[in-house]
């Protein structure tokens, strides 16, 4: 940037433009490390409580302020463009945010493997999933206002909701009156892989933690078991399979 650039006033149009994009990129950044920092002085379970609050409270103060800034009606808490668009637009809008949800999560997987070579990058991977997928199980059940004891059939709906439920394609068959197997059909990574003529990603690892994590996070009676996941071998009509049962 230019040396003659000491203040926000000195930028110009673009530089301004900029500006307003990093600061809310500092924001998110902010926030994250708000509930990592409660989570790591006070435990996982402070930490929502304190998110349940604070995340209600922060979306509807920046999206009134935004909708002041840029000229949008609010209505309950939504804003009103987002409620005018057709079904099949807000569900394209969404699985939008889940391809850039994944297009993040492999950027940042990435950077770390290029910088620090593939083994921090798993254990980082690894280590981020078992954060992330309880949050997501907390999230999901808030969503839906599921109970904490809403066993197998609250799985089979928290699975439907999670991000790559947008993006893969996934299965369930029963397995007994207490048990399901759920099947990740198409996993849009290992497609991808398999397109460049790629062995399969060995997630297993990550799948240990992200499944059984999850399943506990929404009911602590769910057992969770690896039928297969990479670099597992398995047929052709799925990548990664796993058995949910009740204790």
Same mark, same amino acid.
């Given at each position: 940037?230019?040396?003659?650039?000491?203040?926000?006033?000195?930028?110009?149009?673009? *530089?301004?433009?900029?500006?307003?994009?990093?600061?809310?990129?500092?924001?998110?950044?902010?926030?994250?490390?708000?509930?990592?920092?409660?989570? %790591?002085?006070?435990?996982?379970?402070?930490? =929502?409580?304190?998110?349940?609050?604070?995340?209600?409270?922060?979306?509807?103060?920046?999206?009134?302020?935004?909708?002041?800034?840029?000229?949008?009606?609010? *209505?309950?808490?939504?804003?009103?463009?987002?409620?005018?668009?057709?079904?099949?637009?807000?569900?394209?809008?969404?699985?939008?945010?889940?391809?850039?949800?994944?297009?993040?999560?492999?950027?940042?997987?990435?950077?770390?493997?290029?910088? /620090?070579?593939?083994?921090?990058?798993?254990?980082?991977?690894?280590?981020?999933?078992? %954060?992330?997928? +309880?949050?997501?199980?907390?999230?999901?059940?808030?969503?839906?206002?599921?109970?904490?004891?809403?066993? =197998?059939?609250?799985?089979?709906?928290?699975?439907?909701?999670?991000?790559?439920?947008?993006?893969?394609? *996934? /299965?369930?068959?029963?397995?007994?009156?207490?048990?399901?197997?759920? %099947?990740?059909?198409?996993?849009?990574?290992?497609?991808?892989?398999? /397109?460049?003529?790629? +062995?399969?990603?060995?997630?297993?690892?990550?799948?240990?933690?992200?499944?059984?994590?999850?399943?506990?996070?929404?009911?602590?009676?769910?057992?969770?078991?690896?039928?297969?996941?990479? +670099?597992?071998? %398995? +047929?052709?009509?799925?990548?990664?399979?796993?058995?949910? /049962?009740?204790?």
């Amino acid at each position: 940037m230019a040396d003659t650039v000491r203040t926000i006033e000195d930028l110009n149009h673009e *530089q301004t433009a900029r500006l307003v994009m990093d600061v809310m990129h500092r924001t998110l950044i902010h926030y994250a490390l708000w509930f990592t920092e409660i989570r %790591h002085q006070m435990g996982m379970e402070k930490a =929502l409580e304190a998110l349940s609050v604070a995340s209600e409270k922060s979306m509807g103060l920046q999206l009134n302020r935004l909708s002041k800034l840029l000229g949008f009606d609010m *209505q309950d808490g939504i804003p009103k463009p987002l409620l005018n668009l057709p079904k099949k637009d807000l569900l394209a809008l969404l699985d939008g945010a889940a391809f850039n949800w994944l297009a993040n999560d492999g950027v940042w997987f990435q950077s770390v493997e290029f910088t /620090s070579g593939m083994n921090d990058a798993k254990r980082c991977n690894d280590s981020c999933w078992a %954060h992330f997928s +309880p949050f997501e199980a907390w999230a999901i059940k808030r969503f839906l206002g599921l109970g904490d004891q809403s066993g =197998l059939d609250g799985l089979r709906k928290a699975l439907s909701f999670r991000v790559y439920a947008r993006i893969n394609v *996934q /299965s369930f068959t029963d397995d007994g009156p207490d048990a399901f197997i759920f %099947h990740m059909n198409e996993c849009r990574v290992q497609v991808a892989r398999k /397109s460049k003529d790629l +062995p399969d990603y060995p997630c297993k690892s990550a799948g240990l933690v992200e499944y059984t994590y999850f399943a506990r996070a929404i009911d602590r009676r769910i057992q969770t078991e690896c039928i297969g996941c990479p +670099p597992d071998d %398995h +047929p052709d009509d799925w990548y990664c399979a796993w058995r949910f /049962s009740l204790k």
